[in-house]
């Protein structure tokens, strides 16, 4: 299994930025996979969740109606499309399916 993260960066408060995660090693379309973060001094913390077929997406409160998953089940790729960033999301995100994880990407919200 090989996940790789790319899309991270340095972005103003109330910017955007999208990640994307390009999976390997398995059979991508039926597997659930999920995005989490690490906030420097914090614990990892799963920001979203999204269905083998997107039929269901989950988030975490405080992402709600700024943050979008997606997939791409032809590209092995999901997303994770980031709006209205906050100081607060600074983060490494790492996408994640069943036991295995991606090395992550720095987001840092900085003005």
């Known amino acids: 299994v090989q996940l790789v993260e790319s899309g991270g960066g340095l972005v103003q408060p109330g910017g955007s930025l999208r990640l994307s995660c390009v999976a390997s090693?398995?059979?991508?379309?039926?597997?659930?996979m999920r995005w989490y973060r690490q906030a420097p001094g914090k614990g990892r913390e799963l920001v979203a969740d999204?269905?083998?077929?997107?039929?269901?997406?989950v988030y975490v409160d405080s992402v709600k109606d700024r943050f979008t998953i997606a997939r791409d089940n032809a590209k092995n790729t999901v997303y994770l499309q980031m709006n209205s960033l906050k100081l607060e999301d600074t983060a490494v995100y790492s996408c994640?399916?069943?036991?295995?994880w991606g090395q992550g990407t720095q987001i840092t919200v900085a003005s």
């Open positions: 090693g398995f059979p991508f379309s039926n597997y659930d």
């Open positions: 994640k399916v069943q036991f295995d």
């Open positions: 999204i269905s083998s077929t997107s039929w269901s997406t």
